[in-house]
T-cell receptor, first 111, second 117 residues
Framework: DAKTTQPTSMDCAEGRAANLPCNHSTISGNEYVYWYRQIHSQGPQYIIH???NNETNEMASLIITEDRKSSTLILPHATLRDTAVYYCIVRVDQAGTALIFGKGTTLSVSS | DVKVTQSSRYLVKRTGEKVFLECVQDMDHENMFWYRQDPGLGLRLIYFSYDVKMKEKGDIPEGYSVSREKKERFSLILESASTNQTSMYLC????????????????FGPGTRLTVT
């Protein structure tokens, strides 16, 4: 699976958009970009995934650059409950392989 | 909403005890997984199952076994608990792979923090 690089930490004011970047310059053509988050002492939570098109769901938007070497997760109106560690994962879609979580980005949302 | 539940949030066991961790999902998912999470090591896959009575070893199966007698339930068994099995254990489930790009869309339970003394 391709390696990802994320900033260690980010801050965001409540109500503002949180834009979390991820670099995956060695991504292969058949690898998807997944985003998860983990709130302290809870299990990871799936957020969104995409291959090359931008994606949006009720939680977030995922913007993938045209060359697919980087992506941005956007939380449009961050709340205090969005404070968590956010993980960008790049992987081929196949059974029996673990999700490999790197160090992620610690997002702190403050009022 | 997908719900994955685990039998205990916190568990304390003694060295040598047999430990059962239970996981139940209510979304009729065929794939289920057991991970452990340790500081600095991230999530590591212990076992997974893609159907009832089917199981496959993950990256670190030593010292563990699993049981999947019903589709909704996946149990992790520590045959003889040791102190190096003190960890956070996470169960997850996902939809079948024939729905494209869904293997990576996994839904996790709240975790069981196991301490072996």
């Amino acid at each position: 699976d391709a390696k990802t690089t994320q900033p260690t930490s980010m801050d965001c004011a409540e109500g503002r958009a949180a834009n979390l970047p991820c670099n995956h310059s060695t991504i292969s053509g058949n690898e998807y970009v997944y985003w998860y988050r983990q709130i302290h002492s809870q299990g990871p939570q799936y957020i969104i995934h995409g291959l090359k098109n931008n994606e949006t769901n009720e939680m977030a938007s995922l913007i993938i650059t045209e060359d697919r070497k980087s992506s941005t997760l956007i939380l449009p109106h961050a709340t205090l409950r969005d404070t968590a560690v956010y993980y960008c994962i790049v992987r081929v879609d196949q059974a029996g392989t673990a999700l490999i979580f790197g160090k992620g980005t610690t997002l702190s949302v403050s009022s | 909403d997908v719900k994955v539940t685990q039998s205990s949030r916190y568990l304390v066991k003694r060295t040598g005890e047999k430990v059962f961790l239970e996981c139940v999902q209510d979304m009729d998912h065929e794939n289920m997984f057991w991970y452990r999470q340790d500081p600095g090591l991230g999530l590591r896959l212990i076992y997974f199952s893609y159907d009832v009575k089917m199981k496959e070893k993950g990256d670190i199966p030593e010292g563990y076994s699993v049981s999947r007698e019903k589709k909704e339930r996946f149990s992790l068994i520590l045959e003889s608990a040791s102190t190096n099995q003190t960890s956070m254990y996470l169960c997850a489930s996902s939809v079948p792979g024939h729905r494209s790009s869904r293997y990576g869309e996994q839904y996790f339970g709240p975790g069981t923090r196991l301490t072996v003394t």
